[in-house]
């Protein structure tokens, strides 16, 4: 069982940036694929980037060339640093890793970017 928890979401004006990090239990956490997911309220659940255990990273076309995403495989964290926010990025934000087949969630946070 992996636990995670995440951390940094918050209210930021548009053009703002924000850090998200997501801290994990796993004792194996270097050959974990890590990703970050959002869900705004009456929407699915979208992938936004994930990195894989190679460092190999994937991002949703509405976040590229803004949003970056990385890991400290000593510290096993994940982050998300959110730059140049928008109205849309609004929305809870989630990390989750996968491996194997099997997935992971944290608890979420919000990140909220408004006037």
């Known amino acids: 069982q992996v636990q995670l928890v995440e951390s940094g979401g918050g209210l930021v004006q548009p053009g703002g940036s924000l850090r998200l990090s997501c801290a994990a239990s796993a004792n194996l956490f270097s050959i974990y694929d890590m990703g970050w997911y959002r869900q705004a309220p009456g929407k699915q659940r979208d992938l936004v980037a994930v990195i894989t255990a190679g460092g190999s990273t994937n991002y949703a076309d509405s976040v590229k060339g803004r949003f970056t995403i990385s890991r400290d495989n000593t510290k096993k964290t994940a982050y998300l640093q959110m730059n140049n926010l928008k109205p849309e990025d609004t929305a809870v934000y989630y990390c989750?890793?996968?491996?194997?087949?099997?997935?992971?969630w944290g608890q979420g946070t919000q990140v909220t970017v408004s006037d």
């Open positions: 989750n890793s996968r491996l194997s087949g099997r997935n992971y």
